[in-house]
């Protein structure tokens, strides 16, 4: 897998840990990657200055440099070991809101790759992903890889789901990303790869209960026969184009709700990693990532690398 050369990795206190560094260096080195360490004080420039300024005797200017320089020593600690192992790495400190200096990193040096360690994943579902976690993962232009403390050293069952539909453009972009990264890491990592699409046939209950439509039984069940065909022909289409070479893919096409099928899923398998797409929309202010995108990541305590479609446009705006 050749997609990765850029890598920003996020190294924050709260979420950083040794299987995420050794994941970093993994790809970075099957991708003749480069690393950039970030980590940001929550405070803008000259913010702490004014703040330790209101102080008596304090040397304002000092306690921030000293604030600053303190992270700078920690990422350069870190970077060590990575460099040992011959990956091209740079360390850098940002001052501002953790996800919008983030994302402008992103934008300003072209990064590919965010990866960051879930916040709180040791501390309970309710506390996975932490709120940059999920502003990055809606408003992120590039792939955002969130992972959870693992004492494995390789995922052993990986999740894709698509929703395969030939005439829209945005989706064939999307599901191609999402099985061009969940086939290759499943390859490097010998692991199950787990293909899910689900379906159903759009309001099938208000047209099977409702006492105005008086739709015969058996026309909607040819309507939800039909559905089912024309879903297993698209998915069929799609997997055409990525052979299971190693006897290792399983797919599944199951009829229901993706925010309660998908994480229902992964927690009776023992997922890993779940690759999903995440499809961008406007005209509602905040609402970068659909639905049930966000209804599943709310729910799922595994790992996720989430992409975007092609085209999507962050909000946060360079200054």
Same mark, same amino acid.
């Given at each position: 897998?050749?997609?990765?050369t ?7 206190e ?10 970093? *260096? &993994? ?7 480069r690393i950039?360490?970030?980590d #940001?004080?929550?405070?803008a420039?000259?913010e702490?200055a004014r ?7 304090s040397g304002?200017q000092?306690v921030e440099?000293e604030?600053i ?5 920690r990422l350069a600690d870190? !970077?060590?070991p ?7 790495t !740079?360390e850098v400190?940002l001052? =501002?809101n953790?996800? *919008?200096?983030i ?5 300003r040096?072209g990064h590919?790759l965010?990866?960051k360690?879930a ?5 309970g579902?309710s506390?996975?992903?932490a709120?940059?976690d999920m ?9 955002v &890889?969130v992972m959870?403390k693992?004492?494995e050293?390789?995922n052993a069952?990986?999740l894709a789901?698509?929703d395969?539909?030939?005439?829209n453009? @945005?989706?064939?972009?999307?599901n191609t990303?999402?099985m $061009?990264l969940?086939?290759?890491l499943?390859?490097?990592? $010998?692991?199950?790869l787990?293909?899910?699409?689900t379906?159903?046939l759009?309001?099938?209950q208000?047209?099977?209960?409702? !006492?105005?439509?008086k739709?015969?039984?058996?026309? *909607?069940?040819k309507m939800?026969e039909e559905q089912? @065909?024309?879903? @297993? ?10 052979p299971?070479?190693?006897?290792k893919h399983e797919?599944?096409? $199951?009829k229901g709700a993706?925010?309660?099928i *998908?994480p229902e899923?992964?927690e009776r398998h023992k ?5 999903? =797409? ?5 005209g #509602?202010s =905040?609402?970068?990532?659909g639905?049930?995108?966000e209804?599943?990541l709310?729910q #799922?305590e595994?790992s996720?690398?989430?992409?975007k479609?092609? =085209?999507f446009e962050t909000?946060?705006q360079?200054q």
């Amino acid at each position: 897998m050749k997609r990765f050369t850029n890598i920003l990795l996020v190294c924050n206190e709260g979420s950083l840990h040794e299987s995420l560094i050794a994941r970093a *260096i &993994w790809l970075a080195k099957a991708n003749g990657a480069r690393i950039t360490l970030v980590d #940001v004080v929550e405070s803008a420039p000259g913010e702490l200055a004014r703040l330790f300024g209101s102080f008596p005797g304090s040397g304002a200017q000092d306690v921030e440099y000293e604030v600053i320089e303190f992270h700078r020593a920690r990422l350069a600690d870190i !970077a060590g070991p990575i460099k040992a192992e011959g990956v091209l790495t !740079a360390e850098v400190v940002l001052q =501002g809101n953790p996800f *919008i200096e983030i994302i402008r990193k992103v934008l300003r040096d072209g990064h590919d790759l965010v990866m960051k360690g879930a916040a709180g994943a040791t501390e309970g579902r309710s506390l996975f992903f932490a709120s940059t976690d999920m502003h990055l993962l809606r408003k992120c232009p590039c792939p955002v &890889w969130v992972m959870k403390k693992s004492s494995e050293k390789r995922n052993a069952r990986i999740l894709a789901t698509v929703d395969p539909d030939p005439a829209n453009e @945005q989706k064939v972009g999307l599901n191609t990303l999402v099985m $061009e990264l969940a086939t290759s890491l499943s390859e490097i990592d $010998e692991s199950e790869l787990h293909i899910m699409n689900t379906w159903k046939l759009e309001e099938e209950q208000a047209l099977r209960n409702s !006492a105005f439509a008086k739709v015969p039984k058996s026309r *909607i069940d040819k309507m939800v026969e039909e559905q089912e @065909q024309k879903c @297993q022909q698209n998915l069929s289409q799609l997997l055409f184009r990525y052979p299971d070479r190693f006897g290792k893919h399983e797919v599944h096409l $199951e009829k229901g709700a993706a925010r309660e099928i *998908i994480p229902e899923f992964a927690e009776r398998h023992k997922v890993d990693l779940i690759v999903m =797409g995440t499809v961008g929309r406007t005209g #509602v202010s =905040g609402l970068i990532i659909g639905n049930t995108a966000e209804a599943i990541l709310n729910q #799922v305590e595994c790992s996720v690398l989430a992409v975007k479609p092609p =085209g999507f446009e962050t909000p946060v705006q360079l200054q």
